[in-house]
């Protein structure tokens, strides 16, 4: 088998690792507030981040 340019013999411990992580930011903003209607906006970033690690 090969993964990331190296080959892997079969028969042979194989040892696999993996690891993800995500992170989220937010921002958001009140543009009116009245009595009976409120008006908010915002944005989302959203990130993954992956590892992947045979040995």
């Known amino acids: 088998m090969a ?3 190296e080959t892997f013999a ?4 194989t040892d696999a690792a ?3 992580s995500s992170y989220r930011v937010t921002y958001r ?8 209607w409120t008006w908010k906006g915002g ?5 993954r981040d992956a590892r992947i690690a045979l040995e």
């Not at 079969?10 to 411990?13: D, E, I, L, N, S």
């Not at 944005?43 to 990130?47: H, Y």
């Open 10 to 13: 079969a028969g042979v411990t």
């Open 43 to 47: 944005v989302t970033a959203f990130v």
């Open 29 to 36: 903003y009140r543009f009116f507030r009245g009595s009976t």
């Open 3 to 5: 993964f990331a340019g």
């Open 18 to 20: 993996y690891e993800f």
